[in-house]
């Protein structure tokens, strides 16, 4: 059983950034593939960016040159780096992570809010 914890959420003003972080209980190497998802109000659950592979990335076009996504892997830690934020960035932001056998782990989220 893998626990997934974020944190790093918060109420922001247009333009400002945040950085969201995602400890694991399990070691990081193990993992397929490690992401991040958001939800807003009366939305489906959205991929915003993700790692698979060795170091090969994703991001949703709507958030490419504003997000990025690391790991530390001596951390244990995955992070998401949120800049130029918008209104419409606006959602509970959880994490994910699939290990080799192809179980999925959730986050239980953290609510991210970009307002003037």
């Known amino acids: 059983q893998v626990h997934l914890v974020e944190s790093g959420g918060g109420l922001v003003r247009p333009g400002e950034s945040l950085r969201l972080s995602c400890g694991t209980s399990?070691?990081?190497?193990?993992?397929?593939?490690m992401g991040w998802f958001r939800q807003a109000p009366g939305k489906q659950r959205e991929a915003v960016a993700g790692?698979?592979?060795?170091?090969?990335?994703y991001y949703a076009d709507s958030v490419k040159g504003r997000f990025t996504i690391s790991r530390d892997n001596a951390k244990n830690t995955l992070y998401l780096q949120m800049n130029s934020l918008k209104p419409e960035d606006t959602a509970v932001y959880f994490c994910?992570?699939?290990?080799?056998?192809?179980?999925?782990?959730w986050g239980q989220g953290t609510q991210v809010t970009v307002s003037s």
């Open positions: 790692i698979y592979g060795s170091e090969n990335t």
């Open positions: 399990g070691s990081m190497p193990s993992f397929e593939t």
């Open positions: 994910n992570v699939v290990d080799h056998y192809g179980e999925a782990y």
